[in-house]
C-alpha cells in the first residue's frame, strides 16, 4: 500500500491521507510514546521495557518458535482487537467492536442488544456469518527483497510500481502451498518493508455480550471522555475443523485450541504501574510538519467539524419529533458524531499540547544539524525549504480534496443517484429481461430510500456544506455550478438547492417510479440532466480531475520529501529510535497507569468505579440507565473479590500509545498477564495520532475485575469462568 494515498471513495474520487516526520528525536524519549514492530522489540525496545518494569523475555511476547502472547491476539473483523482468554478458543474484545453481530442476532423478542446475551452452553453459541479473526503466524523484514534493484534516485511513481510488483510475488511465494495469507506493508515512507503472513479463521461465535446499559454506558455523551464507566466488552469463541485448522461454519467444527491464551491477573492496577499494550492500531500521522499539522488543525479540521455540527443539528432537530423519529436516525447520529467528537478533541489538544510551535522546534533543530553538517551529500539542508514549497502547493489541493469529500459522503440521496446511475449503465447493453429485473432491483433500492426520508435532512444541510466548501477552499477547486448559484440565485445556496430538489426525480417517489418506467433514452436524459446529478457530477469531476490527479502527484512527491526527513533524524541522532506510523499492524506500545490534568487545578485520578455508575445514573438521559440487577448488586454490596476499596473498579487510564483499532487490544502488566480491555482515549488525547504528548494522552481500558465482576455477578455465567486462567489476589 502506498502510504500515501488511501482510497476511501464510494465514488471516483480518493481521500489523501497525510504524510509526516518525527517529533520525537531530538528531544527525550516520552514515556509512553511509540507503537513498536514486535519483531524488533529485542534489539529497540526491550532493555528500555525492563527498567521500566517488563519482567518477560522478548521472545515471551513474540516468538515463531514458541507459543508467545502474540499467539493470543488477533485482528477481530474488519478493524479492531480481540485476545484469547482460555484453552477453548474464547475470546474476549469490546462490545462496541461486537456490536454490528449482537444486533443482527436481535430481534423484538430477543433483544439482545437491550437485555444482554450469555450462551448457557456452547450449543446456544451464535454462529456469525462473515466475521473472521486472524492470528499473526509471522513477521519477515523484507526490505532487502522489495528495494533490491531500485535506486534511490527513481521517481517515486514508477519506485512504487516495482515495489508493488516485488512485494506481489514475495507474498505469493511465503504462502504457497499453505491456507495462511499474506500481506507486505510500507514502513517510514517506503524505507523499509515487512511482511505479515496470518491464518484467519472464519467460524466464530457469539458467546456473551452485557446490555448495552453497561457494555455501552455512557454512550455518546461519554465517548472519547474520561472519566468513563463502559463496560465495553463482549466474548466470542473460536472453532476450527477437527484438526484445528480453519473452516467455514460448521455444527462439526470444534473449539479452537490455541497456541496460546492469557493468563488473567486480578491483582489490579496502582498508580504508576508498567503496563503494555498489544494490538492493531489503524493510522497515525505521527512525523507531519508543522505546516501540515496547522492545515489540518487549523483549517480543514474546523471546516469538516462545522459540516458536521450542522448535519447533527439537522437530525437532532427531526429526532425531536418523537421516538419514532429517534429510533430512525439514531444509528445515523452515533456513526457522524463519532469522528466529529474526535476532530473536536484533536484541535483541542494541538492547542493545549502546543503541538505546532512543538513541531517547528524539531524542525529548526533539524536544519540547524543539517546545515552544520559540511558534507551534506544526502541534501537534508534543502529539505526544510522543499516541505515548505510542496505544502504552499499541496494545501488547497488537500483541503478541496478533504472538505469535497465530507460534502459527497453526507447527503444520503448521492448515494441513490449514485448507485442508480452505475445499474442504468450496466443495463444497457444487456438483454430485455435483465433490464427488466435491473429495473425492478433499482425500484427496490429506491423505495427503500425513500422510506427513510432521508431528503429531509439532506435538503436542510446541502446549502451550509456548499457554502462552508466554498468559503474554505481555493475558488479554482469550486466546481461549474457554483457560476450558476452565484449568477441564476444571487448567491442564495438555499433557493439552489431547494430549486433542485423540487425538480429532481430523486427527491419524489413518484417521479422516480415514473422514470423507471420510461424507455432507455428518455431514462438517459433524465438521469443525465437530473440538477441532483449534475451537482454531483461537476462536483466529483472536479474533485477528480482538477484536484485528486495533482494531489496525488504532490503527495507522491511530499512522501519522498519524509522519507528523506526520517532517514535524516535517525542520521542525526544515532541513540534514539523512531518508531513507524501504525498501519493496521501488529504493534506494541509500553506506559503506565497514571491520571493527569485536563487544566489548571483539575486533576484526574486513574480509575472509576461503580459507585460512579450510580452517581451518574438518570433516567431521563438514554446514555445513563443503570440496569436493576446493577443497582441491586451495588446496594448489596455483593461485589464477590472483585473489589477494590470496598468498589468494584471498571476502567483505568495508562499512559500506553494507542490508536484506532486498538479497541479491544489486551492490556497486560509487567508479567503479561491481562489486566484490562483497551477501548478509548481522552479528549484531548487523540492528538496522539499527530502528536503524542505525554501530559494529556492516555488509553483508556475496562478493568478486568469488572469483566469478571459482570460474568460472575450479573449475568451468573459461571460455567464460562471456568475456563479462564485466573491468576490468584496476590494480597
Ligand atoms: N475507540 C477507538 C477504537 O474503536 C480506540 C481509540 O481510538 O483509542 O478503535
Not at 339 to 366: C, H, N, P, Y
Amino acid at each position: 500500500m502506498s502510504p500515501v494515498i488511501i482510497n476511501q471513495s464510494p465514488v471516483t474520487m480518493k481521500r489523501l491521507s497525510l504524510l509526516l516526520v518525527s517529533a520525537v528525536l531530538i528531544t527525550a524519549a516520552y514515556a509512553g510514546e511509540g507503537m513498536w514492530n514486535l519483531l524488533l522489540l529485542d534489539s529497540l525496545n526491550y532493555k528500555d521495557m525492563q527498567e521500566k518494569g517488563l519482567r518477560l523475555a522478548p521472545e515471551d511476547i513474540y516468538s515463531i518458535n514458541q507459543a508467545s502472547i502474540k499467539d493470543a491476539v488477533v485482528i477481530f473483523g474488519g478493524g479492531c482487537t480481540g485476545e484469547l482468554i482460555s484453552p477453548d478458543g474464547l475470546l474476549i474484545t469490546n462490545h462496541h467492536c461486537g456490536y454490528s453481530r449482537i444486533q443482527a442476532h436481535s430481534t423484538v423478542e430477543n433483544d439482545y442488544l437491550t437485555n444482554g446475551f450469555w450462551a448457557g452452553s456452547r450449543e446456544e453459541e451464535l454462529a456469525n456469518p462473515g466475521l473472521s479473526v486472524s492470528f499473526l503466524v509471522r513477521i519477515e523484514d523484507v526490505t532487502g527483497k522489495v528495494l533490491a534493484g531500485i535506486p534511490d534516485s527513481l521517481p517515486e511513481t514508477e519506485r512504487n510500481r516495482r515495489a508493488g510488483a516485488m512485494m506481489e510475488e514475495l507474498k505469493s511465494r511465503a504462502v504457497e502451498g499453505t491456507h495462511y495469507e499474506a500481506e507486505i506493508k510500507s514502513f517510514y515512507f517506503g524505507r523499509e518493508y515487512y511482511m505479515f503472513v496470518y491464518e484467519v479463521f472464519r467460524d466464530v461465535r457469539l458467546v456473551g455480550a452485557p446490555p448495552e446499559a453497561i457494555g455501552r454506558f455512557g454512550g455518546d455523551t461519554d465517548n472519547w471522555i474520561w472519566p468513563r464507566h463502559t463496560g465495553d466488552f463482549s466474548l466470542f469463541r473460536i472453532y476450527a475443523d477437527k484438526e484445528n485448522k480453519p473452516a467455514d461454519y460448521s455444527p462439526e467444527n470444534v473449539p479452537y485450541r490455541p497456541k496460546k491464551h492469557l493468563t488473567i491477573s486480578t491483582d489490579g492496577v496502582k498508580e504508576g504501574d508498567f503496563t503494555m499494550v498489544i494490538g492493531y492500531p489503524g493510522r497515525t500521522d505521527e512525523y507531519l510538519t508543522s505546516d501540515a499539522l496547522r492545515m489540518i488543525g487549523q483549517k480543514s479540521l474546523p471546516a469538516k467539524i462545522e459540516m458536521r455540527t450542522l448535519r447533527l443539528q439537522a437530525l437532532e432537530k427531526e429526532m425531536a419529533r418523537g421516538p419514532e423519529a429517534r429510533l430512525k436516525y439514531a444509528g445515523r447520529y452515533v456513526g457522524i458524531s463519532n469522528s466529529w467528537k474526535k476532530w473536536i478533541g484533536v484541535t483541542r489538544g494541538i492547542e493545549s499540547s502546543d503541538a505546532i510551535r512543538r513541531k517547528k522546534l524539531l524542525e529548526s533543530s533539524f536544519d540547524q544539524w543539517a546545515h552544520g553538517n559540511v558534507a551534506d551529500t544526502a541534501g537534508y539542508s534543502s529539505l526544510m525549504e522543499q516541505f515548505s514549497v510542496s505544502y504552499t502547493q499541496f494545501e488547497p489541493l488537500y483541503i478541496a480534496n478533504d472538505l469535497g469529500y465530507e460534502l459527497l459522503n453526507s447527503p444520503e440521496v448521492f448515494d441513490l443517484l449514485n448507485k442508480t446511475q452505475i445499474d442504468f449503465y450496466a443495463m444497457l447493453d444487456s438483454s430485455d429481461t435483465f433490464q427488466k429485473v435491473a429495473r425492478n432491483q433499482l425500484k427496490q433500492s429506491g423505495v427503500k430510500f425513500f422510506r427513510t426520508e432521508s431528503m429531509v435532512i439532506d435538503q436542510q444541510i446541502l446549502p451550509s456544506m456548499l457554502r462552508i466548501y466554498a468559503e474554505n477552499t481555493d475558488p479554482r477547486y469550486h466546481p461549474g455550478f457554483f457560476s450558476t448559484i452565484s449568477n441564476e440565485y444571487k448567491g442564495s445556496y438555499e433557493d439552489y438547492i431547494n430549486s433542485a430538489f423540487s425538480r429532481s426525480v430523486f427527491t419524489d417517489s413518484t417521479r422516480y417510479v415514473k422514470m423507471l418506467r420510461k424507455p432507455v433514452e428518455v431514462m438517459r436524459k433524465l438521469i443525465s440532466t437530473d440538477p441532483l446529478v449534475v451537482i454531483y457530477r461537476d462536483f466529483s469531476r472536479t474533485l477528480m480531475f482538477d484536484v485528486y490527479v495533482k494531489a496525488d502527484s504532490l503527495s507522491r512527491q511530499i512522501n519522498r520529501l519524509y522519507r528523506k526527513y526520517i532517514t535524516g533524524m535517525m542520521a542525526m541522532d544515532k541513540t534514539r529510535v523512531l518508531y513507524p506510523d501504525a498501519n493496521f499492524t501488529m504493534r506494541l506500545a509500553y506506559g503506565k497507569v497514571e491520571g493527569y490534568e485536563p487544566s489548571d487545578a483539575v486533576n484526574y485520578g486513574f480509575y472509576t468505579t461503580l459507585k460512579g455508575i450510580m452517581e451518574k445514573e438518570n433516567p431521563e438521559i438514554a446514555d445513563y440507565q443503570v440496569p436493576l440487577k446493577l443497582k441491586e448488586l451495588f446496594v448489596q454490596r455483593d461485589f464477590g473479590s472483585y473489589t477494590v476499596n470496598n468498589n468494584v473498579p471498571v476502567c483505568f487510564i495508562a499512559s500506553n500509545h494507542t490508536s484506532g483499532g486498538n479497541s479491544g487490544s489486551p492490556v497486560l502488566n509487567a508479567e503479561g498477564n491481562l489486566i484490562g480491555i483497551n477501548f478509548d482515549r481522552n479528549w484531548e488525547g487523540t492528538i496522539s495520532d499527530y502528536a503524542y504528548d505525554p501530559g494529556i494522552c492516555r488509553n483508556i481500558s475496562l478493568d478486568i475485575r469488572y469483566v469478571l465482576f459482570i460474568i460472575d455477578k450479573f449475568a451468573d455465567a459461571d460455567w464460562l469462568l471456568d475456563e479462564l486462567t485466573i491468576l490468584k489476589k496476590n494480597l
